[in-house]
């Protein structure tokens, strides 16, 4: 209930204690409200912020029930923007001595969220550890370390964080810590260390068997590394993981096929694949694959198949390429591809599964929601 009245204007939470207090029995108060509050709500109504908080800061001292309020009033100037107000509010709460414990921790707790909120990150971090042992406030304080450490890029200490949530909640945060993981190889990757990134996309795959970015990471550096064979097993990985992702694989399986010598592997392959997952990448990529080997008619019945079931620019694009030049002549075959090929770009995107929001770049982490792993190809 209390924390729905945090989404709530300052003057509204106020009618709110007022109307609670007047609900207690006549024993547990004094007067139905103390006159100052109504002081304090005409400045809070005339927009004389400090006037208010010298009066509800009165109110604290001859009220110290009165503390939920103060709480209130910080998550209200925090919501405005006003993190310093709040930081005030908060530190004049918690420095009284006649606080009880619990008051205390959720002050800190909230001063920590303050110091966050302005970019105070070392003050924030040491409020939460402080905190972390609290039986109340421990597990909120843990999982705000954690966006803490997200924000901060800081993945190893994000990774050690999540461990003591794990331990803390009973839990599985592995699918988060796998992509810590995958963080600290694509940096590694970066730098061109290319057996630390291996070894660290390992370590997500350990953590979380089924993450495809790791599975993706893993098969990009054995290609890099010329380890054909062993980026196809990687690659190969992700079909059981999350089919969704199918679409990423696609041109990977081929260059490895290629690598090894094999075309005809890419071909069985991509066979397998439309049969169990007919998205327009596999099925384009399978016609490309025969028109090369010299099996134009065969890829043109495909393409024509699907085409009629499912449209997609990115098919029609494919039988562009691939028809014969009596039936389209190379300058309208070339402005035809363009065309096409524009409305494939709008066409391949991804989108997130959480929020809706939508991508033409696979991001493993939601720039809108935040959430991970919730961005995926197509709609």
Known sequence: MIELLWLLPVPLIAAWWITRRRR??????????????????RYLFDDEIDSAVGVFSELLERYPGSAEIYFLLGREFRRLGQIERAISAHQNLIARPDLDAVERERGLLELARDFQGIGWLDRAERLYRELEDSERFGETALKHLLELHESGKDWNRAIATGRQLERRTGESAGPRIAHYYCELAEAARARGETGEALGLAGRALGTDRGSVRASLLR???????????????????????????MPEIVEPVIACHRQLGQPEGAIRELDH??????????????????????????????????LGGRPSADLARTLVEIAPEHCIGPPLRERLA??????????????????????????WRCPGCRSWSSIKPGG
């Open 219 to 245: 098969g990009r550096l054995f290609m890099a590394e010329g380890r054909s064979s062993a980026a196809l097993k990687a690659f190969r990985r992700v079909e059981r993981q999350d089919a969704a992702f």
């Open 24 to 41: 207690r029995p006549p024993e547990r108060r004094q007067r139905d409200y103390p006159p100052e509050l109504l002081q304090g709500l």
């Open 338 to 363: 363009g065309m096409l090929g524009e409305l494939a770009g709008r066409d391949n995107r991804y989108v997130c599964r959480q929020c809706g929001f939508e991508t033409h770049q696979l991001y």
């Open 273 to 306: 694949w439309a049969e169990d997952y007919p998205l327009p990448s596999v099925v384009a990529a399978r016609a490309r694959l025969l028109a090369e080997r010299g099996d134009a008619d065969t890829a043109l019945v495909v393409l024509e198949e699907h």
